[in-house]
Protein backbone atom coordinates (compact mmCIF):
# COMPACT_ATOMS: atom_id res chain seq x y z
CA UNK A 1 0.00 0.00 0.00
CA UNK A 2 1.55 3.04 -1.25
CA UNK A 3 1.98 5.73 2.04
CA UNK A 4 3.39 9.41 1.46
CA UNK A 5 5.22 11.06 3.99
CA UNK A 6 6.11 15.06 3.17
CA UNK A 7 9.19 16.54 4.74
CA UNK A 8 11.36 19.83 5.56
CA UNK A 9 11.87 22.90 7.31
CA UNK A 10 8.57 23.98 9.36
CA UNK A 11 9.82 27.49 9.77
CA UNK A 12 10.27 29.81 6.95
CA UNK A 13 11.28 32.92 6.87
CA UNK A 14 9.60 36.02 4.18
CA UNK A 15 10.67 36.07 1.29
CA UNK A 16 13.32 33.33 1.27
CA UNK A 17 12.45 29.75 -0.24
CA UNK A 18 10.10 27.10 1.18
CA UNK A 19 11.30 23.63 -0.17
CA UNK A 20 9.37 20.55 1.36
CA UNK A 21 10.43 16.68 -0.19
CA UNK A 22 7.35 13.42 0.01
CA UNK A 23 8.95 10.00 0.05
CA UNK A 24 7.03 7.68 -2.00
CA UNK A 25 7.01 4.13 -0.12
CA UNK A 26 5.02 0.86 -0.50
CA UNK A 27 4.51 1.30 -4.19
CA UNK A 28 5.85 2.56 -7.43
CA UNK A 29 6.74 6.33 -8.18
CA UNK A 30 6.53 5.96 -11.64
CA UNK A 31 3.56 6.02 -14.05
CA UNK A 32 1.86 8.40 -11.47
CA UNK A 33 1.12 11.99 -11.29
CA UNK A 34 1.86 13.00 -7.85
CA UNK A 35 0.60 16.76 -6.70
CA UNK A 36 0.80 19.39 -3.87
CA UNK A 37 -1.50 20.63 -2.39
CA UNK A 38 -1.96 23.13 1.08
CA UNK A 39 -4.54 24.28 3.37
CA UNK A 40 -3.91 27.48 4.80
CA UNK A 41 -5.16 27.86 8.55
CA UNK A 42 -9.27 28.30 8.88
CA UNK A 43 -9.02 28.21 4.91
CA UNK A 44 -9.71 25.40 2.47
CA UNK A 45 -7.42 23.19 0.26
CA UNK A 46 -5.40 25.14 -2.88
CA UNK A 47 -4.19 22.87 -5.51
CA UNK A 48 -0.61 23.85 -5.89
CA UNK A 49 0.40 21.33 -8.73
CA UNK A 50 1.46 18.14 -9.90
CA UNK A 51 4.31 16.57 -11.83
CA UNK A 52 4.82 13.25 -13.67
CA UNK A 53 7.13 10.63 -13.27
CA UNK A 54 8.54 11.96 -16.52
CA UNK A 55 9.08 15.22 -14.80
CA UNK A 56 6.35 16.94 -16.78
CA UNK A 57 4.78 20.18 -14.75
CA UNK A 58 1.40 21.27 -14.17
CA UNK A 59 0.80 24.24 -11.81
CA UNK A 60 -1.69 26.21 -10.65
CA UNK A 61 -1.93 29.86 -12.28
CA UNK A 62 -1.49 31.40 -9.32
CA UNK A 63 1.36 30.21 -7.61
CA UNK A 64 3.39 29.32 -11.32
CA UNK A 65 5.57 32.33 -11.06
CA UNK A 66 7.12 31.07 -7.61
CA UNK A 67 6.73 27.35 -8.02
CA UNK A 68 9.03 24.70 -9.08
CA UNK A 69 7.97 20.81 -8.85
CA UNK A 70 10.82 18.16 -9.37
CA UNK A 71 11.34 14.39 -9.08
CA UNK A 72 13.48 11.66 -8.51
CA UNK A 73 12.21 8.28 -9.22
CA UNK A 74 15.61 6.60 -8.46
CA UNK A 75 14.99 7.66 -4.95
CA UNK A 76 10.83 7.79 -4.95
CA UNK A 77 10.55 11.14 -3.82
CA UNK A 78 9.35 14.37 -5.40
CA UNK A 79 9.65 18.25 -4.22
CA UNK A 80 8.24 21.28 -4.04
CA UNK A 81 9.95 24.50 -3.94
CA UNK A 82 8.31 27.81 -3.48
CA UNK A 83 9.84 30.99 -3.85
CA UNK A 84 9.25 34.77 -1.78
CA UNK A 85 7.79 33.43 0.51
CA UNK A 86 5.19 35.34 2.55
CA UNK A 87 2.73 35.10 5.95
CA UNK A 88 0.34 34.01 3.23
CA UNK A 89 2.10 30.49 2.10
CA UNK A 90 2.04 29.50 6.05
CA UNK A 91 -0.71 26.43 5.13
CA UNK A 92 -0.53 22.82 6.02
CA UNK A 93 1.00 21.61 3.18
CA UNK A 94 -0.20 17.80 1.45
CA UNK A 95 1.60 15.90 -1.06
CA UNK A 96 -1.03 13.12 -2.54
CA UNK A 97 -1.06 10.69 -5.76
CA UNK A 98 -3.04 12.01 -8.78
CA UNK A 99 -5.17 9.43 -10.11
CA UNK A 100 -5.13 9.78 -14.13
CA UNK A 101 -8.65 8.67 -15.07
CA UNK A 102 -11.38 10.63 -15.95
CA UNK A 103 -12.18 12.14 -12.32
CA UNK A 104 -8.45 12.93 -11.26
CA UNK A 105 -8.82 11.96 -7.54
CA UNK A 106 -6.03 12.11 -5.17
CA UNK A 107 -5.27 8.82 -3.51
CA UNK A 108 -3.72 8.37 -0.99
CA UNK A 109 -2.61 11.73 0.47
CA UNK A 110 0.58 12.44 3.27
CA UNK A 111 -0.36 13.51 6.67
CA UNK A 112 0.24 16.90 5.97
CA UNK A 113 3.27 19.34 7.71
CA UNK A 114 2.75 22.84 8.71
CA UNK A 115 4.99 25.14 7.57
CA UNK A 116 4.81 28.79 8.93
CA UNK A 117 6.36 31.71 7.24
CA UNK A 118 7.76 33.85 9.60
CA UNK A 119 10.98 36.14 11.03
CA UNK B 1 -10.72 28.68 -11.71
CA UNK B 2 -14.11 26.57 -11.17
CA UNK B 3 -15.45 27.27 -7.85
CA UNK B 4 -16.98 24.92 -5.54
CA UNK B 5 -19.45 26.39 -2.88
CA UNK B 6 -19.99 23.59 -0.18
CA UNK B 7 -22.95 23.74 2.69
CA UNK B 8 -22.99 23.67 5.56
CA UNK B 9 -19.90 24.39 6.51
CA UNK B 10 -20.70 22.60 9.90
CA UNK B 11 -23.36 20.80 10.90
CA UNK B 12 -23.90 18.87 14.50
CA UNK B 13 -25.93 15.17 14.36
CA UNK B 14 -26.45 12.39 16.54
CA UNK B 15 -25.01 9.13 16.12
CA UNK B 16 -27.73 6.73 14.03
CA UNK B 17 -28.51 9.98 12.21
CA UNK B 18 -28.96 10.73 8.47
CA UNK B 19 -26.72 13.77 7.18
CA UNK B 20 -26.37 15.41 3.79
CA UNK B 21 -23.88 17.86 2.55
CA UNK B 22 -23.83 19.73 -0.67
CA UNK B 23 -21.59 20.70 -2.95
CA UNK B 24 -22.40 22.95 -6.02
CA UNK B 25 -19.89 23.96 -9.04
CA UNK B 26 -19.53 27.24 -10.77
CA UNK B 27 -19.56 25.66 -14.34
CA UNK B 28 -20.66 22.03 -15.15
CA UNK B 29 -18.29 19.36 -14.44
CA UNK B 30 -20.15 16.68 -15.57
CA UNK B 31 -19.40 14.04 -12.95
CA UNK B 32 -15.88 14.80 -12.00
CA UNK B 33 -16.62 15.50 -8.13
CA UNK B 34 -14.33 13.40 -5.33
CA UNK B 35 -15.35 13.53 -1.59
CA UNK B 36 -13.20 13.18 0.66
CA UNK B 37 -12.84 12.51 4.78
CA UNK B 38 -10.39 14.47 7.29
CA UNK B 39 -9.69 14.01 10.51
CA UNK B 40 -7.45 16.28 11.78
CA UNK B 41 -3.44 15.90 11.86
CA UNK B 42 -4.49 12.61 9.43
CA UNK B 43 -3.81 12.07 5.80
CA UNK B 44 -7.46 12.79 4.12
CA UNK B 45 -9.21 9.96 3.16
CA UNK B 46 -10.89 9.28 -0.39
CA UNK B 47 -14.60 8.55 -0.04
CA UNK B 48 -16.24 8.27 -3.50
CA UNK B 49 -15.19 9.15 -6.91
CA UNK B 50 -17.00 10.26 -9.99
CA UNK B 51 -19.57 11.79 -8.29
CA UNK B 52 -21.61 8.33 -6.62
CA UNK B 53 -18.74 5.33 -7.14
CA UNK B 54 -17.86 4.27 -3.24
CA UNK B 55 -13.82 4.28 -2.96
CA UNK B 56 -13.13 0.09 -1.82
CA UNK B 57 -13.33 0.14 1.94
CA UNK B 58 -15.73 2.88 2.31
CA UNK B 59 -18.12 1.87 4.12
CA UNK B 60 -21.77 1.78 2.28
CA UNK B 61 -23.41 3.95 4.42
CA UNK B 62 -21.58 6.93 2.45
CA UNK B 63 -23.35 7.51 -0.85
CA UNK B 64 -23.00 9.75 -3.47
CA UNK B 65 -25.09 11.59 -5.85
CA UNK B 66 -25.19 14.33 -8.68
CA UNK B 67 -24.10 15.48 -11.88
CA UNK B 68 -23.65 18.65 -13.51
CA UNK B 69 -23.53 21.62 -10.98
CA UNK B 70 -25.16 19.88 -7.95
CA UNK B 71 -23.48 16.90 -6.00
CA UNK B 72 -24.47 15.46 -2.55
CA UNK B 73 -22.55 12.84 -0.26
CA UNK B 74 -25.07 11.81 1.99
CA UNK B 75 -23.96 9.52 5.17
CA UNK B 76 -27.35 7.05 6.39
CA UNK B 77 -26.57 5.85 10.26
CA UNK B 78 -23.85 8.19 11.96
CA UNK B 79 -21.56 6.35 13.37
CA UNK B 80 -18.53 7.38 15.83
CA UNK B 81 -15.87 7.56 13.66
CA UNK B 82 -18.00 9.65 10.95
CA UNK B 83 -17.45 12.48 13.00
CA UNK B 84 -14.48 14.53 10.65
CA UNK B 85 -14.76 17.49 8.24
CA UNK B 86 -15.79 16.38 4.82
CA UNK B 87 -14.74 18.20 1.64
CA UNK B 88 -15.78 17.91 -2.07
CA UNK B 89 -12.53 18.36 -5.24
CA UNK B 90 -13.67 18.98 -8.56
CA UNK B 91 -11.63 16.88 -11.07
CA UNK B 92 -13.12 18.42 -14.67
CA UNK B 93 -10.22 21.34 -15.14
CA UNK B 94 -6.92 22.63 -13.63
CA UNK B 95 -6.75 24.10 -11.13
CA UNK B 96 -8.22 21.52 -9.70
CA UNK B 97 -10.25 23.28 -6.99
CA UNK B 98 -12.17 22.28 -3.28
CA UNK B 99 -15.24 23.25 -1.07
CA UNK B 100 -14.38 24.69 1.63
CA UNK B 101 -15.48 21.46 3.90
CA UNK B 102 -18.27 20.69 6.08
CA UNK B 103 -17.21 19.95 9.62
CA UNK B 104 -19.62 17.28 10.98
CA UNK B 105 -19.49 17.50 14.91
CA UNK B 106 -21.54 15.10 17.51
CA UNK B 107 -24.51 16.84 18.83
Known amino acids: QVQLQESGPRLVKPSETLSLRCNVS????????WSWIRQPPGKGLEWIGH???????DYNPSLKSRVTMSIDTSKKHFSLKLTSVTAADTAVYFC?????????????WGQGTLVTVSS | DIQMTQSPSSLSASVGDRVTITCRAS??????LNWYQHKAGKAPNLLIY???TLETGVPSRFSGRGSGTDFTLTITGLQPEDFATYFC?????????FGQGTKLEIK
Open chain 1, 96 to 108: ARVDWGIYRWFDP
Open chain 1, 26 to 33: GGSISSHY
Open chain 1, 51 to 57: IYFSGRT
Open chain 2, 27 to 32: QTINSH
Open chain 2, 50 to 52: GAS
Open chain 2, 89 to 97: QQGDTTPYT
